[in-house]
């Protein structure tokens, strides 16, 4: 099955600097790379993703990149904020038996110091 | 976006007790529907998929009797916990597919805690 690891488990970092946080997966059917924030207590939010078609992706001050080739996607935020402090998953999905197969990521805990 | 909606977010019940939790996909129908449980600092972990008008498939390892699983519509799964115990206390989240797209929505989750 599908394996997908994520670094850093916890990343600090300066309001203002980026963040990047790295997944690698196994398996190369993967097509749907999609990034989700989880506040404490809460569920998952998805605030980025990509397909395999594509190398880069960007929304605002979040930009995810993907290369098929290393199996490796990125996920880039810039100018952080504090209100951008939570957990961030990273997931690899791919079609089975009719529906996307999602395996996730372990985590990172990004904290943004004011 | 895509709305999902879970309840209760937090439920406290005694050992023995069962305690369901609704999953609601409020502007969308939804054929298949997901229940995963989290436990604090861990990823999100797949019980089960939960197919409308048909039974739910889960994962291995976990406990069909233990974990029921209802999807009598398209816009509503349920998952009951039964006989609860202190070990099933975790966070349990449910999410579903935009119908024909691969991103999946989330519900709030669910904090159950089993005295």
């Known amino acids: 099955g599908e394996n997908v690891e994520q670094h850093p488990s916890t990343l600090s970092v300066q309001e203002g600097d980026s963040a990047v946080i790295k997944c690698t997966y196994s398996d190369s059917a993967s097509n749907y790379f999609p990034w989700y924030k989880q506040e404490l207590g809460k569920g998952p939010q998805l605030i980025i993703d990509?397909?395999?078609?594509?190398g880069e992706k960007k929304d605002q001050r979040i930009a995810v990149t993907l290369n098929k080739t290393a199996k490796h996607f990125s996920l880039h935020i810039t100018e952080t904020q504090p209100e951008d402090s939570a957990v961030y998953f990273c997931?690899?999905?791919?079609?089975?038996?009719?529906?996307?197969?999602?395996?996730f990521g372990t985590g990172t805990k990004l904290q943004v110091i004011p | 976006g895509a709305v999902v909606s879970q309840h209760p977010s937090r439920v406290i019940c005694k050992s023995g007790t069962s305690v369901k939790i609704e999953c609601r996909s409020l502007?969308?129908?939804?054929?298949?529907m997901f229940w995963y449980r989290q436990f604090p600092k861990q990823s999100l972990m797949l019980m089960a998929t939960?197919?409308?008008?048909?039974?739910?498939?889960?994962e291995q390892g976990v406990e069909k009797d233990k974990f029921l699983i209802n999807h009598a519509s398209l816009t509503l799964s349920t998952l009951t916990v039964t006989s609860a115990h202190p070990e099933d206390s975790s966070f349990y989240i449910c999410?579903?597919?935009?119908?024909?797209?691969?991103?999946?929505?989330f519900g709030s989750g669910t904090q159950l805690s089993v005295l």
């Open positions: 997931a690899a999905s791919r079609d089975s038996g009719g529906y996307q197969k999602v395996t």
């Open positions: 999410s579903a597919r935009w119908p024909g797209y691969e991103k999946l929505f």
């Open positions: 990509i397909r395999s078609n594509v």
């Open positions: 939960s197919n409308e008008g048909s039974k739910a498939t889960y």
């Open positions: 502007d969308f129908q939804a054929t298949t």
